[in-house]
Every structure is written in structure tokens, then in C-alpha cells.
């Protein structure tokens, strides 16, 4: 009789560990789930962010906010005509050393980073940081000659345009 209650104390025992083993297990996958929901919390917080940046904050290559920049200049008057968008990539072929290809690449998400924006003196305004950060006394005026350029492409030049112009040549000159 003793030895069945000594099999019986044993397998209490091993159940008891058994039970609690499965509990800890269960534990450990609930401390797991919880580690990777606030992962994914801060993954979603940081894309957040990032999502909700102005687009052209988070443009990082003084290339891109230069073409940025003179297709906000050739908006500035309404659309962008034929030798506007000629000029431009002519610019950026000549200045950036471009391909034709990269050149119609970087004129295609300028447009897409300048859409809407008819204030070219605000796109100026963000792009400065930029390329006051990235480019040397030379590299600033290529930009202001670019943005010339392209401002006097189709013969005209406006106003407003050429102050906004002469701002940002004060400003990328006084620092």
C-alpha cells in the first residue's frame, strides 16, 4: 500500500511540475507578445511621424532639392511648359552630370515633391537648410543660376519670382 501512495505522491509531483512548467511557458509567450506589440507600437509611431512630415522635409539630396526648387520656380506662373521642363533637365544633365533618364527621374519626383505649390518662395524656404548643409559657395550659386535659368526659360521672367530668387541668394550667400 505504501507504494502505491509513494507512485501516487510521484505522480502528483511530475504533474505539479508539468502544470506549472505549462504555466510558465504561457507566461513567457505572453511577455513575448507583449515586447513585440510595443515594438510594432513604436514602428507605428516612427512611420507615423515620418508619414506626416511635410513631403519636402524629408527630402535628404541637395540634387533632388535643387530640381525641387526650379520646378517650383517654372510652376511659380502656372503649369510648366515645354521649355521650362527643357530647361530643367537640360540643368540638371549639365550641372549634375544626369543621364537623360536620371534626369527625367529626378524631374519626375520634383514635380511630385513641388506638387500644389504655386509659392515657389516656400518651397525656397524649406529647401534652404538643406542645401546651406550640403553645398559649398560654388554648388549654392549653380542653384541660383539654375533657378535663373529656368526662371527666364520661357522669356518671361515674374516679379515675385525673381524676389523670391534674390531672397534665397541672400540667404545661401550670408551664411
Do not use: Y
Amino acid at each position: 500500500m505504501h507504494i502505491i501512495v509513494i507512485l501516487g505522491a510521484i505522480l502528483g509531483a511530475v504533474g505539479l511540475i508539468l502544470f506549472r512548467m505549462q504555466q510558465a511557458a504561457h507566461a513567457a509567450r505572453d511577455i513575448a507578445d507583449a515586447a513585440d506589440e510595443a515594438r510594432g507600437l513604436f514602428r507605428r509611431w516612427g512611420w507615423r511621424r515620418k508619414h506626416l512630415r511635410h513631403p519636402l522635409d524629408a527630402v535628404e539630396d541637395a540634387r533632388e532639392a535643387a530640381a525641387a526648387m526650379m520646378v517650383a520656380a517654372a510652376q511659380s506662373d502656372g503649369s510648366i511648359t515645354e521649355r521650362e521642363r527643357a530647361a530643367i533637365t537640360a540643368e540638371m544633365r549639365n550641372r549634375f552630370g544626369a543621364t537623360e533618364r536620371q534626369a527625367e527621374e529626378l524631374f519626375a519626383r520634383a514635380r511630385w515633391l513641388a506638387q500644389d505649390r504655386t509659392d515657389a518662395g516656400e518651397v525656397f524656404r524649406r529647401l534652404t537648410p538643406l542645401i546651406l548643409r550640403n553645398c559649398g559657395p560654388t554648388e549654392r550659386s549653380d542653384v541660383i543660376e539654375m533657378l535663373v535659368a529656368v526662371a527666364g526659360a520661357d522669356g518671361r521672367a515674374d516679379e515675385v519670382l525673381m524676389q523670391d530668387i534674390t531672397r534665397l541668394t541672400h540667404n545661401l550667400k550670408s551664411q
